[in-house]
């Protein structure tokens, strides 16, 4: 696990990690919103008013509403991302991840209308009468790159693992075990039965399934939010400021936080913000592709609602209750995953200014740093390690009270540890460090007025969340076989079986390795899909030009 969590971190330092990938989706969001006048900001009304259904002829083609689209994308984001990933960003990149996360939505905002308007645009029927639509579809029918096209539907493949499965089984599975001890195995087996039983009824049973569901698990969460924000109302501003502070300089260490630089703050909160709205990662116009409507501009002015609904209120609402609460630098006792454990040479005293500088150095930019990993044997006697001049590293924070344990008891001997990491996979620690994603949202969420059981509204909202979003991602991945499969619909059954299967698997695996995994596929889909939309601008601004100006377009022809 060790071997494949380093070499995910080897992938993502060249993608979503490097500096490039933010700077190019941004790049061409904010192309985009120039170029077509800032949309967000000039149509967002008339999105609310075609969203209500008052803009669309009722005999118009496609297989679902505008609401039953919007509800199938939004349950597709709507998900990990808005209670574990802005929790995991805000432990990354500290409280500055937030604001690099909200320009990735207003930004994103736009993107999502481009993309939806040129899938609904060149979207196609299948063998079933089924609407089948996506990026591949323009990438071919307009473009003319059939290979980028199966480079992006493969890409899709991989991600409804990264991104749609998961990362939702394995958060919500670690949800349930915190708050109620129910085994992961135990979610795993009974979530992924009722999955199958969902995702086999194709588009139609999924879109009544999320258009009944979302809103009332919004619903439910914006009021467990409110609980713990009112109470601590007088912390609103300074978790603000902390935001706000530390754009451009990166977040200072704090309490267990060591510190990020700004390098690292921007881009994990442009990578979590993009696994939350998905915009520019070209997913939810498959599933908008499906909705009824006589101009692809009207569909992609209701998807630009996607990105201020599912970052800008919801996953505020959630770093507020982060940062309000203070959980988010404070250490809890937890079980420690081997692929988060780094064991280096020195004593390091992380109340000490110049120690933690030296360690967020070495958590951030290994290269930078003069922190050396440890090579040589642990000392372990009753399970306390009796080794000395050494500090153990578990979730980018500096261990207190770690205990080792082997088969369940206290373990005595000798532990080998190479470049900074356990050898052998036959012991269990536990101990006091920082945690992220889901169980720190459910530790923050204890600090309002529903005291320890606010832990369960997380919980009951991750279920909700992270259920529907792997419902939606199904959707996802079966019309992108379908494409790859030139229009057949026989190997779809094999398809929704396998990604069953895989997310009982997600249950039981390390949550930071499904992370790391998640933040590769999702950019390797980003890539084509945000190449190919910049190729089709002067296609978007004729057909936007045609639905807002239609007299004018036929006067010109």
């Not at 493969?154 to 349930?176: D, K, M, W, Y």
């Not at 006589?294 to 002015?301: I, K, N």
């Not at 150095?361 to 006697?381: I, R």
Request: glycine letters at 10%.
């Amino acid at each position: 696990m060790q071997f494949v969590g380093d070499f995910l971190d080897f992938l993502d330092s060249f993608l979503g990690s490097s500096l490039w990938f933010p700077f190019l989706l941004l790049g061409v969001g904010v192309w985009f919103t120039i170029y077509l006048g800032f949309p967000q900001i000039r149509h967002f009304p008339r999105a609310w008013k075609i969203l209500a259904g008052k803009e669309t002829p009722p005999n118009s083609v496609g297989d679902t509403t505008h609401f039953q689209a919007l509800s199938t994308a939004l349950s597709g984001t709507v998900g990990t991302g808005n209670i574990g990933g802005v929790a995991f960003a805000i432990f990354l990149g500290g409280p500055a991840a937030i604001f690099w996360m909200w320009a990735t939505a207003f930004i994103g905002m736009t993107t999502k209308f481009v993309e939806v308007t040129l899938s609904h645009k060149y979207r196609i029927k299948d063998e079933k009468g089924k609407m089948a639509g996506g990026p591949m579809y323009f990438m071919e029918r307009k473009l003319n790159m059939k290979w980028l096209a199966i480079l992006f539907a493969i890409a899709t493949i991989f991600s409804t693992l990264g991104s749609g499965n998961l990362p939702q089984s394995n958060n919500l599975a670690e949800g349930l075990n915190s708050s109620f001890s129910i085994p992961t195995w135990i979610t795993g087996l009974v979530l992924a039965s009722l999955l199958g039983l969902i995702i086999i009824g194709g588009i139609k049973r999924i879109a009544t399934f999320a258009s009944n569901v979302v809103p009332f698990m919004g619903t439910v969460y914006v009021i467990g939010a409110a609980a713990v924000i009112i109470p601590n109302a007088d912390q609103i501003i300074p978790s603000f400021g902390s935001i706000f502070s530390s754009i451009f300089s990166g977040s200072a260490a704090i309490g267990g936080f060591l510190g990020a630089s700004f390098a690292f703050a921007f881009t994990k909160g442009v990578g979590r913000g993009l696994f939350s709205n998905e915009a520019g990662q070209g997913s939810a116009p498959i599933a908008h592709a499906s909705s009824k409507g006589d101009s692809p501009v009207s569909e992609g002015l209701v998807s630009l609602l996607e990105p201020f609904i599912d970052t800008l209120v919801i996953c505020t609402l959630t770093a507020l209750v982060i940062l309000a609460s203070g959980v988010w630098n404070e250490k809890f006792d937890n079980e420690f995953h081997y692929s988060e454990i780094k064991i280096v040479e020195g004593t390091y005293d992380e109340s000490n200014a110049n120690d933690a500088s030296e360690l967020g150095t070495y958590l951030t930019n290994p290269s930078k740093s003069n922190v050396a990993n440890f090579d040589g044997t642990l000392t372990v006697e009753d399970g306390v390690i009796q080794t000395e001049n050494i500090t153990f590293l578990h979730n980018r924070s500096v261990a207190e009270e770690v205990v080792v344990n082997k088969r369940g008891e206290r373990y005595t001997g000798d532990i080998p540890v190479l470049n900074g990491r356990i050898e052998s996979f036959d012991f269990t620690f536990t101990g006091m460090s920082l945690i992220h994603s889901a169980p720190l949202t459910a530790e923050a969420f204890k600090h309002g007025f529903f005291g320890d059981f606010g832990q369960y509204t997380v919980t009951i909202t991750l279920v909700f969340f992270a259920f529907t979003t792997a419902v939606a991602w199904s959707y996802y991945g079966d019309r992108a076989v379908v494409y790859l499969t030139n229009g057949s619909t026989k190997y779809l059954f094999a398809y929704r079986m396998a990604y069953t299967v895989i997310f009982f698997l997600g249950t039981i695996l390390d949550t930071s390795l499904v992370w790391k995994f998640s933040a590769v596929t999702l950019v390797f889909m980003a890539l084509p899909n945000l190449f190919g939309i910049s190729l089709l601008s002067r296609d978007m601004k004729a057909t936007t030009k045609e639905f807002f100006h239609p007299s004018k377009e036929r006067d010109v022809a």
